[in-house]
């Protein structure tokens, strides 16, 4: 046994402080079986007894977090910082828990704002003093002192406080991609610099810059323009901070720890970055499951809301599977973890809700290209505006020649433009999130918006997908206890959900099931196996009757009326002799028809297709007020349903939950994945229900309309602000009524611009899915 002092930075030590046998430590990649304590980074001999270090199964590689930037996805680093391109902060790409980065930029930009506005304040104040009966310093300080007061005052607010924006103003040069901070940094550097040289050199300035013999300067106007735009900065933080909480909400779902069972029985608490695959855990009451991962000894009540949306805990024993962040209720029980890191349901969700958010509408190229087209136009706009000032202006001509040319370029700053789309779909995608609506991307919310035809399934969709036998009807000769034992036999071989139903029947009434072999399925038919020496088939009336055994009239009658009545038929026969018919009825979902009148209040026509018999179907679709039926359809069938809409000019949706449905996913608009059903399906659709519940697909549309109207008022109030704007900065309006808008009043104009465009995209955030 070898003591902690022969290896201080052993981390596996027992309760007496000593290391025990064969316990690597998780920070190295390998180790030696032999020899506690010899480890390294590679793969090289232990050298104490020679042999080649293994790896070390508690290792775990440490993977480089990558930024990118929500406006241009191509723009990736290793590390935090601003997009080259537009100048917004990147963000991981990744679910990363940041609450620490993120308060750090929130408190850096408040304390810049808070103290660039102490130092305006005075500013202004002397600027603007004579203006106001009281406030005017002229007869205490000559203007020749307070002009060095306020560019003292001024110049740490726009270097320290605004440095940022020159930064990346400068960076936007460089990279050959003007943006909103190319224009913040012209114009305020613009009035600062001309103001500085009418401070230190106003001899070097001719006369058509000065007034009453003065050279005006504009330190207030940098100095507010500043403040106003850091204002609008710390909010957008703020605000983005805010479309995080939907991520954020889902990361503390997860547990942080797990208690480890060894071959000896004995646990041992670890972080749960550590746990690997394969690992046993021990889940006491009370405690979130910690990993995906099946039940190997004990049984208990889950409460599996957090995926499914029902507050019944659901009973689980040996052998079934568990999902890591759901609540273990009162029972306790040892599972294998079969699923870690990204692996798992809970990783896999927080995943697409954060690729979501950062993709990119088809809308957002409109954007895209205004605003590639739209800073140059600005520059040009803004000089033309100075010429035509100086030129043709009252005097002091080139004083207002520079005041509208600043004003200008504050106003048409395209920040709302660039934030109008990737607000929007940062905030529905965490909404639909957080109503157990997940969106793949955001091409799939501009596409939803346009669906007029959902096709649904029926089993387990409309239905409760839980059916149970309602009736049996032997044929002569041949009793209900033949007729359900044989067919449960090969229907033990089966995974359909009526197949299970007939076999639990069997298990219900403790009837003896015979093993059944060489078992074979026909797709959209029936199956067959043997059953000791004899053949026996179970399936729809058509697949008996191909293989030539007669139905009597009386049986047939017997099954229409329950096919009539939303039953589900299904016949069985033991070589050429019928045995009979089951009836079994799979209950209509309670939210089912709520679901579908909602749908219907949106315009949306109902499309249900299933591979059930035409009179079960036409049942459920007549209870349910479903507008089109097609029964017994095969997977290809579904898709070529799809496609058929399609080419009538429909935008189609369809909703499913299992592999057969993924083709079909795949070919519509937008395919809808119930949250319960296969990883297939959920990968084919671009909109997944984490409930299961068909309530949840009027949400997702309501969603998907919802944000795309938001996005369309966003890019309005972008557009039109800047096409009045900038207009009125030039000094259109001075030849009617006198009126010059001054930059500080464009800057406040172009900070609220921003700040509208962020608040009306927060307004989804009380949007009600339900």
Same mark, same amino acid.
Not at 275 to 288: A, M, N, T
Not at 300 to 319: F, L, N, R
């Given at each position: 046994?070898?003591?902690?002092?022969?290896?201080? %930075?052993?981390?596996?030590?027992?309760?007496?402080?000593?290391?025990?046998?064969?316990?690597?430590?998780?920070?190295?990649?390998?180790?030696?079986?032999?020899?506690?304590?010899?480890?390294?980074?590679?793969?090289?001999?232990?050298?104490?007894?020679?042999?080649?270090?293994?790896?070390?199964?508690?290792?775990?590689?440490?993977?480089?977090?990558?930024?990118?930037?929500?406006?241009?996805?191509?723009?990736?680093?290793?590390?935090?910082?601003?997009?080259?391109?537009?100048?917004? %902060?990147?963000?991981?790409?990744?679910?990363?828990?940041?609450?620490?980065?993120?308060?750090?930029?929130?408190?850096?930009?408040?304390?810049?704002?808070?103290?660039?506005?102490?130092?305006?304040?005075?500013?202004?104040?002397?600027?603007?003093?004579?203006?106001?009966?009281?406030?005017?310093?002229?007869?205490?300080?000559?203007?020749?002192?307070?002009?060095?007061?306020?560019?003292?005052?001024?110049?740490?607010?726009?270097?320290?406080?605004?440095?940022?924006?020159?930064?990346?103003?400068?960076?936007?040069?460089?990279?050959?991609?003007?943006?909103?901070?190319?224009?913040?940094?012209?114009?305020?550097?613009?009035?600062?610099?001309?103001?500085?040289?009418?401070?230190?050199?106003?001899?070097?300035?001719?006369?058509?810059?000065?007034?009453?013999?003065?050279?005006?300067?504009?330190?207030?106007?940098?100095?507010?323009?500043?403040?106003?735009?850091?204002?609008?900065?710390?909010?957008? &933080?703020?605000?983005? +901070?805010?479309?995080?909480?939907?991520?954020?909400?889902?990361?503390?779902?997860?547990?942080?720890?797990?208690?480890?069972?060894?071959?000896?029985?004995?646990?041992?608490?670890?972080?749960?970055?550590?746990?690997?695959?394969?690992?046993?855990?021990?889940?006491?009451?009370?405690?979130?499951?910690?990993?995906?991962?099946?039940?190997?000894?004990?049984?208990?009540?889950?409460?599996?809301?957090?995926?499914?949306?029902?507050?019944?805990?659901?009973?689980?024993?040996?052998?079934?599977?568990?999902?890591?962040?759901?609540?273990?209720?009162?029972?306790?029980?040892?599972?294998?973890?079969?699923?870690?890191?990204?692996?798992?349901?809970?990783?896999?969700?927080?995943?697409?809700?954060?690729? &979501?958010?950062?993709? +990119?509408?088809?809308?957002?190229?409109?954007?895209?290209?205004?605003?590639?087209?739209?800073?140059?136009?600005?520059?040009?706009?803004?000089?033309?505006?100075?010429?035509?000032?100086?030129?043709?202006?009252?005097?002091?001509?080139?004083?207002?020649?520079?005041?509208?040319?600043?004003?200008?370029?504050?106003?048409?700053?395209?920040?709302?433009?660039?934030?109008?789309?990737?607000?929007?779909?940062?905030?529905?995608?965490?909404?639909?999130?957080?109503?157990?609506?997940?969106?793949?991307?955001?091409?799939?919310?501009?596409?939803?918006?346009?669906?007029?035809?959902?096709?649904?399934?029926?089993?387990?969709?409309?239905?409760?997908?839980?059916?149970?036998?309602?009736?049996?009807?032997?044929?002569?000769?041949?009793?209900?206890? %033949?007729?359900?034992?044989?067919?449960?036999?090969?229907?033990?071989?089966?995974?359909?959900?009526?197949?299970?139903?007939?076999?639990?029947?069997?298990?219900?009434?403790?009837?003896?099931?015979?093993?059944?072999?060489?078992?074979?399925?026909?797709?959209?038919?029936?199956?067959?196996?043997?059953?000791?020496?004899?053949?026996?088939?179970?399936?729809?009336?058509?697949?008996?009757?191909?293989?030539?055994?007669?139905?009597?009239?009386?049986?047939?009658?017997?099954?229409?009326?329950?096919?009539?009545?939303?039953?589900?038929?299904?016949?069985?026969?033991?070589?050429?002799?019928?045995?009979?018919?089951?009836?079994?009825?799979?209950?209509?979902?309670?939210?089912?028809?709520?679901?579908?009148?909602?749908?219907?209040?949106?315009?949306?026509?109902?499309?249900?297709?299933?591979?059930?018999?035409?009179?079960?179907?036409?049942?459920?679709?007549?209870?349910?007020?479903? %507008?089109?039926?097609?029964?017994?359809?095969?997977?290809?069938?579904?898709?070529?349903?799809?496609?058929?809409?399609?080419?009538?000019?429909?935008?189609?949706?369809?909703?499913?939950?299992?592999?057969?449905?993924?083709?079909?996913?795949?070919?519509?608009?937008?395919?809808?994945?119930?949250?319960?059903?296969?990883?297939?399906?959920?990968?084919?659709?671009?909109?997944?229900?984490?409930?299961?519940?068909?309530?949840?697909?009027?949400?997702?549309?309501?969603?998907? +309309?919802?944000?795309?109207?938001?996005?369309?008022?966003?890019?309005?109030?972008?557009?039109?602000?800047?096409?009045?704007?900038?207009?009125? &900065?030039?000094?259109?309006?001075?030849?009617?009524?006198?009126?010059?808008?001054?930059?500080?009043?464009?800057?406040?104009?172009?900070?609220?611009?921003?700040?509208?465009?962020?608040?009306?995209?927060?307004?989804?955030?009380?949007?009600?899915?339900?």
């Amino acid at each position: 046994m070898t003591s902690s002092k022969d290896n201080p %930075d052993c981390c596996h030590q027992n309760s007496d402080g000593e290391h025990p046998e064969n316990a690597p430590t998780p920070n190295r990649k390998y180790y030696c079986p032999m020899c506690p304590g010899a480890e390294s980074d590679k793969p090289v001999d232990c050298p104490k007894c020679g042999m080649l270090l293994e790896r070390n199964p508690s290792y775990r590689e440490s993977t480089q977090t990558i930024y990118t930037c929500p406006m241009h996805p191509e723009v990736q680093h290793g590390h935090p910082g601003q997009c080259p391109q537009c100048g917004m %902060d990147l963000e991981p790409m990744s679910p990363v828990n940041s609450d620490e980065e993120e308060s750090d930029e929130i408190r850096s930009l408040a304390i810049k704002f808070w103290i660039g506005l102490g130092l305006t304040i005075p500013v202004f104040l002397i600027a603007m003093g004579g203006m106001i009966p009281g406030l005017s310093l002229e007869e205490f300080l000559p203007r020749s002192v307070t002009k060095w007061v306020e560019l003292i005052l001024a110049t740490p607010v726009v270097f320290w406080a605004g440095g940022l924006f020159f930064v990346r103003g400068w960076q936007s040069i460089v990279n050959r991609s003007p943006n909103m901070f190319t224009l913040i940094m012209l114009g305020v550097s613009a009035a600062w610099g001309f103001s500085t040289v009418a401070v230190v050199f106003p001899e070097v300035l001719p006369d058509s810059f000065r007034m009453h013999g003065e050279v005006g300067v504009y330190f207030e106007a940098a100095a507010v323009i500043t403040v106003l735009v850091l204002l609008g900065q710390w909010l957008e &933080a703020r605000a983005r +901070r805010q479309t995080g909480q939907a991520i954020q909400s889902l990361l503390d779902l997860a547990a942080k720890t797990a208690h480890r069972v060894d071959d000896n029985g004995d646990e041992e608490d670890l972080d749960i970055d550590v746990i690997q695959k394969g690992d046993r855990l021990r889940v006491r009451p009370g405690e979130k499951i910690p990993l995906d991962g099946s039940i190997r000894e004990g049984k208990s009540a889950v409460d599996e809301s957090m995926i499914t949306g029902e507050p019944v805990p659901v009973e689980k024993g040996e052998g079934d599977k568990v999902i890591g962040a759901t609540v273990n209720h009162t029972g306790s029980f040892i599972m294998e973890a079969e699923a870690v890191g990204d692996e798992t349901m809970l990783a896999r969700i927080i995943g697409m809700v954060a690729d &979501a958010q950062r993709s +990119r509408a088809p809308i957002q190229k409109l954007a895209d290209t205004v605003a590639g087209y739209f800073v140059p136009t600005v520059v040009l706009a803004a000089v033309v505006a100075f010429l035509m000032w100086a030129m043709f202006g009252p005097e002091p001509a080139m004083a207002y020649a520079i005041v509208v040319a600043v004003s200008v370029l504050i106003i048409a700053c395209p920040c709302a433009l660039g934030l109008a789309t990737p607000m929007s779909i940062m905030v529905g995608v965490g909404k639909g999130a957080q109503n157990g609506i997940l969106v793949k991307n955001a091409e799939a919310i501009e596409r939803a918006e346009k669906v007029t035809h959902l096709i649904t399934d029926k089993t387990g969709t409309l239905t409760a997908g839980k059916p149970a036998v309602v009736a049996l009807s032997p044929s002569n000769g041949v009793s209900s206890k %033949d007729l359900l034992c044989l067919a449960a036999a090969v229907e033990s071989q089966s995974e359909h959900p009526l197949a299970r139903s007939v076999f639990e029947k069997a298990k219900s009434e403790k009837l003896e099931v015979s093993q059944a072999t060489d078992f074979k399925s026909t797709t959209g038919g029936g199956v067959q196996a043997m059953v000791g020496e004899t053949l026996i088939r179970v399936g729809k009336q058509s697949f008996i009757e191909a293989e030539g055994i007669e139905i009597p009239q009386g049986l047939t009658t017997g099954s229409e009326r329950l096919q009539a009545e939303a039953n589900t038929v299904i016949w069985a026969a033991r070589d050429d002799q019928l045995l009979g018919y089951i009836a079994i009825a799979d209950p209509i979902k309670e939210s089912s028809k709520e679901a579908i009148e909602s749908l219907h209040a949106m315009g949306i026509t109902i499309v249900m297709c299933t591979g059930d018999n035409s009179r079960t179907a036409n049942a459920v679709a007549t209870a349910l007020g479903i %507008d089109k039926v097609h029964a017994e359809v095969s997977p290809e069938d579904k898709q070529r349903i799809v496609n058929e809409l399609k080419d009538e000019g429909r935008h189609v949706a369809m909703a499913g939950d299992g592999i057969n449905d993924a083709p079909a996913l795949a070919a519509a608009d937008v395919g809808i994945a119930m949250g319960t059903g296969t990883d297939v399906a959920i990968e084919s659709a671009g909109l997944t229900l984490v409930k299961g519940d068909l309530r949840g697909i009027a949400g997702g549309l309501h969603l998907s +309309r919802a944000t795309m109207r938001n996005i369309r008022q966003n890019l309005f109030f972008a557009f039109v602000y800047n096409a009045i704007g900038i207009p009125i &900065a030039a000094g259109i309006l001075y030849p009617f009524i006198g009126v010059l808008l001054s930059p500080m009043i464009a800057g406040a104009a172009m900070s609220f611009s921003s700040v509208s465009v962020i608040t009306n995209a927060l307004r989804l955030k009380g949007l009600n899915l339900k």
